[in-house]
């Protein structure tokens, strides 16, 4: 079946501009999250949903990021005023209502601002 | 806070060659324990995922085994081949439900 999807897979943005990025998790998985991945910092978590719950948002790192996830579904990640140390690949992953948990990963948005 | 340790952080083996690809974590009340693979400019593959009450987890070549009460996971890998060449990150799950993850090892697999 079909994977996580992520658009779009590039963006440049010029620097003070806001972005938007997109998922589309696998049918059916309730558990949605995205992460960041940049030189020096690794991968580190910003945002989870789980159904209708309210979200954990411990790991966005300024007011400047947001998430919703509509309908259960899509996700968007948006950046207001981005700023140079904002480029990175944005990964998002989901996971299945039971079981085991395990994290499936979308193809990632490379993320540049000039 | 939870902290992941992967060690080496880089390795180069020849083809045919078994190896051995080290993880550690702070915080041994964990849920599970994932092991993925990242080639250059794409997303993350999971390999295996083994959950906290078990010891190890096999596929194909790869065998990976878990030790809560220690802190510590591997990643083995058998028979090398060129194709193996990656990134291999391993990740912790607690009680939060996201990943932490280590910083990977880039391994490379000579021909």
């Known amino acids: 079946g079909a994977g996580v999807s992520q658009s779009p897979s590039n963006k440049v943005t010029e620097k003070g501009k806001d972005v938007e990025l997109r998922c589309d998790p696998i049918?059916?998985?309730?558990?949605l999250y995205w992460y960041r991945q940049s030189l020096g910092q690794g991968l580190e978590f910003l945002i989870y949903f789980q159904g209708n719950s309210a979200p954990d948002k411990s790991g966005l790192p300024s007011d400047r990021f947001s998430a919703e996830r509509t309908g259960g579904s899509v996700s968007t990640l948006t950046i207001q005023r981005t700023q140079q140390e904002d480029s990175a690949v944005y990964l998002c992953a989901s996971s299945p209502p039971s079981g085991s948990d395990e994290q499936y990963f979308g193809p990632g948005t490379r993320l540049t601002v000039t | 806070k939870q902290e992941v340790t992967q060690i080496p952080a880089a390795l180069s083996v020849p083809e045919g060659e078994n190896l051995v690809l080290n993880c550690s974590f702070t915080d041994s009340a964990i849920y599970n324990l994932q092991w993925f693979r990242q080639d250059p400019g794409k997303g993350l593959t999971s390999l295996l995922l083994?959950?906290?009450?078990?010891r190890e987890q096999t596929s194909g070549r790869l065998n990976a085994s878990l030790d809560k009460s220690s802190g510590r996971s591997t990643l083995y890998i058998a028979a090398s081949q060129p194709g193996d060449s990656a990134t291999y990150l391993c990740?912790?799950?607690?009680?939060?439900?996201?990943?932490?993850f280590g910083s990977g090892t880039q391994l490379t697999v000579l021909p």
């Open positions: 083994i959950q906290s009450s078990q």
């Open positions: 990740a912790v799950q607690g009680s939060a439900r996201q990943l932490t």
């Open positions: 049918s059916g998985h309730t558990a």
